[in-house]
Nanobody
Framework: QVQLVESGGGLVQVGGSLRLSCTAP??????MGWFRQGPGKEREFVAA????????LYGDSVKGRFTISRDNAKTTVYLQMNSLKPEDTAVYYC????????????????WGQGTQVTVSS
């Protein structure tokens, strides 16, 4: 079983910043990224990154505010969230795939347990 471990969620004020981390211990993936699901909403794509930082995708709602990156060992993916809004409140799920970023965006193979992000107004 592949285990994705998320961390960094919490409570933050409007306009604040938060950084999420997701690690796959002892495993590397071609693509890693993030989805989120807010209260009463369907799961939404947030961001994804390929093996190199040159291949990245962002959801329209987070473009210009969120930045995805991966560590040098390619076992960890980060999501730097700036200028947070109340509508960013959601459970954020780490996702990973041995396929391309585009394919992971459509249907990720592996999922994390999720970490709660709450933005207070």
């Amino acid at each position: 079983q592949v285990q994705l471990v998320e961390s960094g969620g919490g409570l933050v004020q409007v306009g604040g910043s938060l950084r999420l981390s997701c690690t796959a211990p002892g495993r590397t993936f071609s693509s890693m990224g993030w989805f989120r699901q807010g209260p009463g909403k369907e799961r939404e794509f947030v961001a994804a990154s390929g093996w190199s930082g040159a291949s990245t995708l962002y959801g329209d709602s987070v473009k210009g505010r969120f930045t995805i990156s991966r560590d040098n060992a390619k076992t960890t993916v980060y999501l730097q969230m700036n200028s947070l809004k109340p509508e960013d409140t959601a459970v954020y799920y780490c996702a990973a795939d041995m396929r391309s970023v585009a394919e992971m965006k459509i249907h990720p193979t592996y999922w994390g347990q999720g970490t709660q992000v709450t933005v207070s107004s």
